[in-house]
């Protein structure tokens, strides 16, 4: 059971719903999915030690993936997003870039291994991890 971290903003319903659509697609096909959105930090939403720990579980959780999904809804749609695909790519994981917006900035789609788009993800081999490029409008 191949370990992936969800990466995605679920700061409106529209982020939200894709989000439990990937969610939903990883879970059919029996990988281990951590998803920031799922954990709930003890200390209060917003306080200094909320962002100590969230940051450091998430940090922790990218470590632990074998793989990172990124849920990318295109050219400045979320720093946070943003940063954990950063991060995986400096930390030699595959990330997996699940495009649902029109564009992407360059530093995203170059940095993942495939660029897929989410009816895609539906038939992605997470044994073979098969790469592919960006060929939308970039910027």
């Known amino acids: 059971m191949k370990r992936v971290y969800l990466a995605?903003?679920?700061?409106?319903?529209?982020?939200?719903?894709?989000?439990?659509q990937v969610e939903k697609i990883l879970d059919e096909k029996g990988l281990k999915?951590?998803?920031?959105?799922?954990?709930?930090?003890?200390?209060?939403v917003?306080?200094?030690q909320w962002s100590i720990e969230t940051f450091m579980d998430d940090i922790k959780h990218i470590k632990?993936?074998?793989?990172?999904?990124?849920?990318?809804?295109?050219?400045?749609?979320?720093s946070g997003t943003a940063w954990e695909l950063g991060y995986a790519y400096a930390t030699d994981k595959p990330v997996i870039?699940?495009?649902?917006?029109?564009?992407?900035?360059l530093m995203v789609h170059e940095g993942s291994h495939a660029n897929i788009t989410l009816e895609e993800l539906k038939d992605y081999d997470f044994d073979r991890l098969p790469s592919s490029f960006y060929t939308g409008e970039m910027l």
Do not use: C, M
């Open 97 to 105: 870039s699940v495009h649902v917006g029109t564009n992407s900035n």
């Open 64 to 78: 632990w993936a074998e793989v990172v999904v990124g849920i990318y809804h295109g050219n400045y749609s979320d």
């Open 8 to 20: 995605s903003p679920f700061f409106n319903d529209k982020e939200i719903e894709y989000l439990e």
């Open 46 to 48: 917003g306080s200094r």
């Open 33 to 44: 999915v951590f998803s920031p959105f799922r954990q709930t930090a003890a200390s209060e």
